[in-house]
Each structure stands twice: as C-alpha cells, then as structure tokens.
C-alpha cells in the first residue's frame, strides 16, 4: 500500500494474484490476498468479476470530496459516488466485506463532523474502516492526531456499528513506517 496503484497495472496484477494462488506455486489463498485501491470504478468492478475471491481495500481517508480531492488528486477524476458505487457492486457481487483505509491526519480529517460523515457515508454497507495514525516525516507538512481525537473518531463509529480498529503504526522510530520510505526515495531521485 501507498507505493502505487496497483489498478493501473490490472492485467499485471491479475498475473500476479493467479500466480500467488496457484497451487503449483506460492498456493497462498485468495482469502489472504488483499488489493490496495485509491478506486478505479471500472476495475474494482472488473475485479469483482475476477474468478478469485480477494480481498478488496480502499484508500478512502476522506468522507468528502472537497477534502478527499486535496488529499488525493484522483477523487477529483473519481468522486466519492462513482468509487462508492462501484464498492457496492464488489460487495454485491463477492459478499466480501471491503476495507476503508483512513489516515487521520492532525487538524485535516479527524474532526468529530469527519467521522459523522464517514458514518453517513459507509452506513450499511459491508465496510471495515482500517484508522491509521500518520506518520510524520520531513516530506510531507502533515502532522501526527491527538490520541484523544483519535480515540473520539473511533468510538463515533462504534457508536454507530461501523465496524474498525486503529492499525498499530510500526517502524516510525526508524522512519520505516507506512509513508516514510517513499519520501526518503523521492528525496534521493530528485
């Protein structure tokens, strides 16, 4: 996750998923393979289609599309409504519950309106909501949430039965946690 959309390479990744799955192979389970969107409408619904049985997560991390437009350049060619529906057909399709990434970020998206949004939007639908707390790094002006306001976004949603945990963040002491390495790379390349 976070190094790459893997919908821009479909037929690639669809490859790669048969080979991991293949018994002759790697014989890892498609129920433990999980593919990592920012939401291509098309190919989510196309991977719905797919003969395998994975997992499917998005890369939500906002309930708007103001915010998830500034957040994530994508939302502005594939708005909240096309990815959404697009997930409903996944859902329909497999019975699979998808996963909603959301990196809560200090004063950007962990407002107690963003997590009455978030609600609104995946209510009743076959939804976990992964929370990730953002890692700072020197790439990125972005800072880390309060535990209290994390902690307040999370029990509105259990609040409220959408179903999420707080993902523990690993490897930040050593910038080495989700989002950090790339910014090191990006650095080394310009």
């Not at 390479?9 to 790669?16: H, Q, V």
């Not at 049985?53 to 991390?61: D, G, K, T, V, W």
């Not at 309106?113 to 939804?127: F, I, P, Q, S, Y």
């Amino acid at each position: 996750m976070g190094m790459g959309e893997p919908f821009l390479n479909y037929d690639t990744i669809i490859s790669a998923i048969e080979i991991l799955n293949d018994k002759d192979k790697l014989n890892i389970g498609a129920r433990h393979i999980t593919v990592s969107t920012s939401g291509f409408p098309d190919k989510i619904r196309a991977f719905a289609d797919f003969k395998l049985q994975c997992r499917l997560a998005i890369s939500l991390h906002a309930p708007n599309d103001k915010l998830r437009s500034e957040l994530m350049p994508i939302n502005k060619k594939y708005p909240l409504k096309e990815v959404i529906a697009a997930c409903d057909y996944f859902t329909k399709k497999t019975n699979k519950r998808i996963s909603y990434e959301y990196v809560l970020i200090k004063g950007v998206n962990d407002s107690i309106d963003n997590a009455k949004e978030l609600v609104n939007l995946l209510k009743g639908r076959l939804a976990h909501v992964n929370l990730l707390i953002y890692n700072p790094h020197e790439f990125a002006k972005y800072e880390r949430p309060e535990i209290k306001n994390v902690n307040s976004f999370k029990q509105i949603l259990d609040e409220s039965q959408i179903e999420n945990s707080i993902r523990k963040s690993m490897g930040d002491d050593i910038s080495g946690a989700c989002g950090q390495l790339s910014g090191k790379q990006m650095k080394k390349v310009n």
